[in-house]
């Protein structure tokens, strides 16, 4: 499940990174939001159930990237997201990728009536976002503000 979220600061923070150059204002709002994605980040992994394996909890990742398609940054934070570690060997021999969770979608959006019962949603993802959403806003918003302080100091 996505969302599409829009973010825009406040006008004067909008005024003050209009007078930084393309590039700088780029690698400032880059790092803000980075830094409200590690916060949700954070309280979806803590919504997540702990199964017998830790798969889904270690399965929570994030993801920070330009479409090549259409040059549109793409912020993302949910289960089997992000890099992808290198495949190791299990017990019984098989090899799997690392900080995988194929079972993730079953426990995020449910099953319907299968040989072996239905399984109810739990859709931690929004969970941890909505508890988290201001409070990610306030980190970028303040990571914004010292990305600007910092390139008026410096140019000063």
Request: aromatic share 2%; glycine share 8%.
């Amino acid at each position: 499940m996505s969302q599409n979220q829009v973010v825009t600061g406040d006008r004067k923070l909008d005024r003050q990174l209009d007078r930084l150059g393309d590039r700088t204002a780029k690698r400032i709002n880059a790092a803000a939001v980075r830094s409200g994605m590690a916060v949700v980040r954070k309280a979806v992994k803590a919504e997540a159930p702990r199964g017998p394996t830790g798969n889904l909890k270690r399965a929570i990742g994030a993801r920070f990237r330009k479409k090549r398609t259409t040059g549109i940054y793409e912020a993302k934070v949910g289960a089997n997201v992000g890099k992808r570690s290198a495949a190791k060997l299990t017990r019984s021999g098989k090899v799997q990728k690392a900080n995988s969770a194929p079972h993730a979608h079953l426990v995020i959006l449910g099953t319907s009536n299968r040989r072996t019962g239905t399984m109810p949603a739990n859709n931690f993802v929004d969970r941890g976002f909505a508890k988290t959403q201001a409070a990610a806003l306030s980190v970028m918003k303040r990571r914004l503000r010292e990305g600007i302080d910092r390139e008026a100091a410096r140019s000063s």
